[in-house]
């Protein structure tokens, strides 16, 4: 599916939610909504726009911003709990305002206060931003060839990017370019905008449904305003990274749940037993009940690290951060995202195996939490979890500095 224009948005008036009670039945409001579809978005790659609606008018898209501002500053406990139990029930509208709250994250570390106050102000009222950072076809994720440029006309963006997660449903793009002396700017960008057209052509084969394709932008009005420079956030140490990785792991072990709540389902109420078991039941067979305990404990394991991550983060954002505590809150995020991630590819896996030939027909949809996971965990190497863990562990080195650490 290719299209260039965004899907309609209503406009929404939010709630206002002001403790972690109110978030978290938000999110399981959300969660409610999206389960009974979310099988069938997947195979027809329909977007989860009422749901989405419903996400923006609870008032979630402002849990995290400051007091000051009007938000409910929750803590990342909170920010991460809102996304496991959205995701349970469908990851793909868990992924869509993913980068909404990093971006947000991002807004209140570099930008001034008036530019603050509007953008905040805009996402309290419900609007949601979308993200335009990686590249396609560069040398690596960090490589830009997207331009920012001072006209007679005045400042003008020119780029193509890719992995554009919530921008086709957003009220704002953030979108990374380089300007005229070489340094890294992030343009925030109403929409719609003249030149700027956002193409629906997502083609991966999980998170079907989160339009995560193209952004093509050319010769796109810039407000000089809503420019915001980022060389310095290399320079000095932040959590900006952890928070991304603290969602990305907040949506895994989602998958990871859903899979399993989806496959004791199944197990109980549509398969049969193997001939060799000598059981009446599918859900009485020895080897399936040891396989769900294990991937049961695995599971809340993988929760458990997941909300010490968030503590950890929480009391590092409360101290002026330095290199070291910096460090622990990535090294905490990635031992959760480990786990996370290895939890939700076994768990979608076994419900395959433990329901057997017919978990695979198409009716069911039950591939779609094995195609979700592993897509979504593609989003960084777990293999260099393990080597920055075991690099700060054995010999006290630093993780490195970006969003995938």
């Known amino acids: 599916m290719v299209n260039t224009v965004s899907p309609s948005r209503r406009a929404v008036e939010a709630a206002r939610i002001t403790d972690a009670q109110q978030a978290l039945a938000a999110a399981r409001a959300v969660a409610a909504q999206a389960l009974p579809g979310a099988a069938l978005r997947d195979r027809e790659r329909r977007y989860p726009l009422e749901e989405l609606a419903l996400f923006s008018q609870s008032g979630l898209g402002g849990i995290t911003l400051p007091t000051p501002?009007?938000?409910?500053?929750?803590?990342?406990?909170?920010?991460?709990?809102?996304?496991?139990?959205?995701?349970a029930a469908d990851p793909a509208l868990g992924q869509i305002p993913q980068n909404h709250f990093g971006l947000l994250r991002l807004i209140n570390e570099i930008a001034p206060h008036s530019l603050?106050?509007?953008?905040?102000?805009?996402?309290?009222?419900?609007?949601?931003?979308?993200?335009?950072?990686?590249?396609?076809?560069?040398?690596h994720t960090l490589d830009m060839r997207a331009r920012l440029t001072a006209t007679p006309r005045g400042l003008r963006l020119t780029g193509d990017k890719f992995y554009s997660t919530g921008a086709l449903f957003a009220d704002i793009v953030a979108v990374k370019a380089l300007n005229d002396g070489g340094e890294p700017v992030l343009a925030l960008i109403p929409t719609p905008a003249d030149g700027l057209a956002?193409?629906?052509?997502?083609?991966?084969?999980?998170?079907?449904?989160?339009?995560?394709?193209?952004?093509?932008?050319?010769?796109?009005?810039?407000?000089?305003?809503?420019?915001?420079?980022?060389?310095?956030?290399?320079?000095?140490?932040?959590?900006?990274?952890?928070?991304?990785?603290?969602?990305?792991?907040?949506?895994?072990?989602?998958?990871?749940?859903?899979?399993?709540?989806?496959?004791?389902?199944?197990?109980?109420?549509?398969?049969?037993?193997?001939?060799?078991?000598?059981?009446?039941?599918?859900?009485?067979?020895?080897?399936?009940?040891?396989?769900?305990?294990?991937?049961?404990?695995?599971?809340?394991?993988?929760?458990?690290?997941?909300?010490?991550?968030?503590?950890?983060?929480?009391?590092?954002?409360?101290q002026p951060i330095t290199a070291e505590s910096a460090a622990r809150a990535s090294i905490a995020v990635?031992?959760?995202?480990?786990?996370?991630?290895?939890?939700?590819?076994?768990?979608?896996?076994?419900?395959?195996?433990?329901?057997?030939?017919r978990a695979t027909l198409a009716e069911y949809g039950l591939d779609r939490h094995w195609r979700n996971a592993r897509t979504h965990t593609l989003h960084d190497p777990v293999r260099w979890k393990y080597h920055a863990i075991g690099a700060y562990t054995l010999n006290g080195h630093l993780p490195a500095r970006h969003s995938w650490i």
């Open 69 to 87: 501002y009007g938000g409910a500053a929750l803590p990342f406990g909170v920010l991460a709990e809102v996304f496991r139990l959205i995701s």
């Open 116 to 139: 603050k106050e509007k953008i905040f102000g805009a996402v309290l009222a419900g609007q949601r931003i979308g993200n335009g950072g990686p590249e396609k076809n560069t040398k």
């Open 198 to 318: 956002i193409i629906d052509d997502w083609s991966g084969m999980g998170q079907r449904t989160t339009a995560s394709g193209s952004m093509a932008l050319r010769d796109v009005l810039v407000a000089a305003d809503h420019v915001l420079p980022l060389t310095h956030l290399t320079a000095r140490p932040t959590i900006q990274g952890a928070v991304s990785q603290l969602i990305q792991a907040a949506i895994d072990a989602g998958i990871a749940q859903g899979a399993l709540d989806e496959a004791q389902a199944f197990i109980r109420e549509r398969s049969r037993p193997w001939v060799d078991a000598g059981v009446a039941r599918n859900a009485d067979d020895p080897y399936i009940l040891a396989d769900v305990g294990r991937l049961d404990t695995e599971l809340a394991a993988a929760n458990a690290l997941l909300r010490r991550a968030a503590r950890v983060l929480d009391e590092v954002d409360a």
């Open 334 to 357: 990635a031992e959760a995202k480990v786990l996370t991630t290895e939890v939700a590819l076994r768990a979608a896996e076994k419900l395959l195996e433990w329901g057997g030939s």
